[in-house]
Each structure stands twice: as structure tokens, then as C-alpha cells.
């Protein structure tokens, strides 16, 4: 079953620029799906309109069969977005609060938001920083409390923009072993990034978009090789021809 | 790893910490009010019992001092006009203009109220939280007509939440400056220009980005919000603050 369907999708800005050029697209549910391009190739403006943050001038974006610009609020309980700046993301004055900021809009009643919270925080790890002000957390606490925030929230589909950005290599690993849990939990995982190293291994479709096109798509096996000459560095394994290796191993 | 100002919220257990949020607002006012109509050594009392307050959550004197550093411009250029234009027993003569006690006593007056209620201000938003001020302004508005309570309080929350957060990129702006030697630049205006431009284009940016990112978990003004229930120690407290309010205005 297709969880998101993206048919034609066109985003002009005001400025002029085509960010997204006619792009077509489907996910099904439980897919790990990693897009990827160089800087400027229209990777987080489409995972912008998975939950309503653009809407498309240009064709349809379908969340479980309903248009997002039809219900954006809808599309934004469906798939929760992790942002690349964890700092921007981050609305509470504790770990706790901020975890709570989304299931409060849900208008969830309290007793709800605090099993929430407290099964959210078991989850990523967070459980004895609950008290913590987010500012002081390490890079990959924060990731993970960005993660956290939207967990709590019960979205289907994680949509990820660039998670390894100005993480340590700790960082990285924390917040990579979390993703591949949620995944294994029955999660469809979209991840946006430049740096596949650390992700392909894992996944189960590879995009590559160049230009606001997808330029290649298919298996990780298949296409991975391609990747240099879209300005994405290739894997050390795979062009040593070691086969997929997980970062982690 | 981020390094907080002083004007942010500090996870607590003290007896301040636990007063709603709606009596500390009360008190805000009471305090305030009564600082406006007590003597120097009535004001003196009000300030030095807010002092006791951060002494007893554990805030430094010293990081408030150098957190409010930038503000002693202010402070000394509002000394300088009361102490300059008061009449009375003239002290020294600068420049053809006439420092006098009174003006002395007027202008360190009028500063010490001014310390007094950012200290407060510095007490308040130490000891409560964002979720909690929100729902105590939402009580407080509910009854006025045509006033959302609902979106002022959401602002007035996330104007206190991010307060530190452009305090903080006031500094790394600062920082940027001088490890460019702006300091070799002596024009005052020119150095104002250079700091205030980036850093609020920097606010703006930012600030667009947290309306996306709370766009994105589903903010609206109809959420759950924080339940807020008054206790004997609210009370207690509210006796306690009138008592000394009274005490510095009337026997001080």
C-alpha cells in the first residue's frame, strides 16, 4: 500500500527558481527511502510538501489517499518531519515540555501526553534527561530529542532533512542506531542527505535528484554507483566493490 | 554545547518554584507598584528581598551583573539625566551643569527601581515555565472581550523562551565582530549598524524557522493547555509579599 503518492509535482518559489521540476513518486508503507543530491538539487523542499510546510504549484501531493493541501493539519499527524537544525526545532523549556508541545496540539488530554512523553523518551533514550533544558543536551541528545518530539505525536512515515548534519561521529551513531529501531518497528523512513555512507546500507530505495528532478531511483545496489557524477560521493564499500556495509558494523 | 544567560528558565524544587504562576505575576505588580511609592530605603528593602530570592534558587549575582552589563549604558544615562535636572544643594559643577543631592538621590533611586524590576523579571522567568506562564496569562485574559488569551499567551510564551536564545546570538554576533577587530573602528554608529543589521536578520531567519518547525507538529491556538491550581502556599506567600510591601511603603 502506498502511503504517499506524488504525481507531477512542480514548487516554483516567489523568486522565480524551480526548486521541484515534475516529480513523480510513491512510498509504500514501511519503506526506508534515502533521497539524495548535492546542495541545492530540491531535496528538502520536497519533504516539505510531504507535510504541508509547501504546497505544490504544480501537481498532487497524496498522504493516504488525501491531498495535503486538501489537509495539511491531517498530512502532519501522518508523516512528522525531523529538521536538519535540531535548535530550531526544539520548542520546550525542558526535555519533557518539549517532548508534550506536540500531543498538546493534538489536544490530547494530560493523562495521555504523560504516557506519551514517558514512552517516547524510553524509546530514544532520553528518559533520565527529562528534566535537562534541551540548549545544554549534546548534538545527538538534541537530534534525538527532535526525533522524540515527533514520535510522540504517532506518525507513520519519519521524514528525515539531512540527520547527520554537525553531529560527532557518537552523535551519528546514536541517532542512526535510532532510526534503523524505528524502522525495525514498522516505520517508513524518508532521509534526505548528501552523505550516504552512513545510510544506504540500510535502506531500501535509493533517490537521487539533481536540478529538482529525480535524476535516478531504484535499488541501492543498482544505482549506487551512478552517484558520483550527480556530485554525491560515492561509499568507500562500494567502490572498493566490498558490497553494502552498515556504518555501524 | 550552549552556553545560557541568566534569563532562562532553571529546573527546580524550591519553595518559589512551586507558587503559580498566576500569584507570582500578582506579585510582580504588587512589588512594583509599591516600588513606585516607597522611599530609597523602602525600595532598598523591596530590592534586597528579591535579591534573598535568587540567592535562594541558586542564581549568581555575579553572571546577572555581567549578563546585564550592556544595560549600565542605560542605567548611567538615566542616572545622568535625573541627577543633572533635579534642583537643590548643588554637589559639583560639570560643564556649566549643576549636580546636585537630590538629583544623586533621585537618580540612584530611579535606577535601583529599574534593577529592582528586572530582577524580578529575572526571578519570574527562572523559577517558571514557559507552559505555565502561557496558562497563567490565558486565565488572566479570558474574561476581556476580543482578546485571544489563547495566541497572547502563546507569544508571550515564546517571547520568553527565545529571549536567551537571541541573548546568545547577540554574543556570537559580538564575538564574530571582535575576532574581526571591529573594536578598531571607533565610529559608535557604524559599529551599532554592523552589530544590529546581521543579528536581526539572523532573529528573523530564525524565528521563520521555528514558526515551520511549529507548524510541522501541529501548532494552533486550541491545544491542551497547563492546569493551574492555587495552594495554601500561594496564599501564604501573597500574605508575606503585601506584608512587606506595606512595611516599605508606609514605616520605611
Given at each position: ?16 527558481t524551480l526548486a521541484l ?37 504544480g501537481g498532487i501531493v ?188 | 554545547?550552549?552556553?545560557?544567560t541568566s534569563f532562562s ?244
Amino acid at each position: 500500500m502506498n502511503i504517499i503518492e506524488i504525481k507531477e509535482l512542480s514548487h516554483m518559489f516567489s523568486n522565480g527558481t524551480l526548486a521541484l521540476d515534475n516529480i513523480d513518486l510513491s512510498v509504500k508503507q514501511g519503506e526506508f527511502i534515502v533521497i539524495a543530491g548535492p546542495n541545492g538539487s530540491g531535496k528538502t523542499t520536497l519533504l516539505r510538501h510531504l507535510n504541508g510546510l509547501l504546497f505544490p504549484t504544480g501537481g498532487i501531493v497524496l498522504v493516504d489517499g488525501v491531498s495535503v493541501s486538501e489537509d495539511p493539519v491531517r498530512a502532519r499527524r501522518i508523516v512528522g518531519m525531523v529538521f536538519q537544525d535540531s535548535d530550531t526545532q526544539i520548542i520546550g523549556e525542558t526535555v519533557c515540555e518539549d517532548v508534550a508541545f506536540g500531543p498538546e496540539n493534538l489536544c490530547l488530554d494530560r493523562k495521555e501526553i504523560e504516557q506519551r512523553i514517558s514512552d517516547v523518551l524510553r524509546i530514544t533514550g532520553l528518559t533520565c534527561l527529562a528534566d535537562a533544558k534541551p540548549h545544554l543536551l549534546s548534538g545527538g541528545e538534541k537530534r534525538r530529542l527532535a526525533i522524540a518530539g515527533v514520535l510522540a505525536m504517532k506518525p507513520e512515515v519519519l521524514a528525515f532533512d539531512e540527520p547527520f548534519s554537525n553531529l560527532d561521529h557518537p552523535g551519528t551513531k546514536q541517532v542512526l542506531k535510532q532510526i534503523i529501531e524505528l524502522h525495525k518497528r514498522g516505520r517508513t523512513i524518508i532521509i534526505t542527505t548528501h552523505d550516504l555512507e552512513k545510510v544506504i546500507a540500510h535502506a531500501n530505495r535509493l533517490i537521487i535528484m539533481t536540478d529538482g528532478k529525480i535524476a535516478r531511483a531504484g535499488s541501492p545496489e543498482q544505482i549506487i554507483s551512478d552517484t558520483e557524477m550527480f556530485g554525491i560521493k560515492e561509499p568507500y564499500f562500494s567502490r572498493m566493490g566490498l558490497g553494502m556495509i552498515s556504518w555501524l558494523s | 554545547m550552549a552556553e545560557l544567560t541568566s534569563f532562562s528558565y532553571r529546573p527546580g524544587i524550591s519553595l518559589i518554584h512551586k507558587i503559580d504562576a498566576r500569584f507570582k505575576l500578582l506579585f510582580i505588580v504588587i512589588i512594583g507598584l509599591s516600588s513606585l511609592e516607597a522611599s530609597p530605603s523602602g525600595v532598598l528593602l523591596l530590592f534586597l528581598f528579591v535579591v534573598y530570592g535568587l540567592a535562594r534558587i541558586g542564581i549568581s549575582l555575579w553572571q546577572v551583573a555581567r549578563d546585564l552589563s550592556f544595560f549600565i549604558f542605560f542605567l548611567a544615562f538615566v542616572f545622568a539625566i535625573r541627577a543633572f535636572s533635579a534642583g537643590g544643594a548643588v554637589f559639583i559643577n560639570i560643564f556649566g551643569m549643576s549636580l546636585t543631592y537630590d538629583g544623586l538621590i533621585e537618580g540612584s533611586l530611579v535606577c535601583l527601581r529599574i534593577v529592582l524590576m528586572i530582577l524580578l523579571g529575572l526571578l519570574f522567568t527562572s523559577t517558571t515555565r514557559t507552559a505555565e506562564v502561557k496558562a497563567a496569562i490565558d486565565w488572566i485574559l479570558r474574561p476581556l472581550p476580543f482578546i485571544s488569551g489563547g495566541r497572547v499567551s502563546t507569544m508571550t510564551g515564546l517571547m520568553m523562551r527565545f529571549i536567551p536564545v537571541i541573548l546568545e546570538q547577540a554574543r556570537e554576533t559580538a564575538s564574530a565582530q571582535k575576532a574581526r577587530s571591529i573594536e578598531n573602528r571607533k565610529n559608535p554608529i557604524y559599529r551599532m549598524v554592523k552589530f544590529s543589521v546581521p543579528l536581526i536578520e539572523r532573529i528573523f531567519y530564525n524565528a521563520g524557522r521555528i514558526s515551520m518547525a511549529m507548524e510541522a507538529r501541529c501548532y494552533s491556538d486550541i491545544r491542551t493547555g497547563q492546569k493551574l491550581s492555587s495552594k495554601i502556599n500561594d496564599w501564604i506567600s501573597l500574605l508575606v509579599i503585601i506584608s512587606i510591601c506595606i512595611i516599605s511603603v508606609l514605616y520605611l
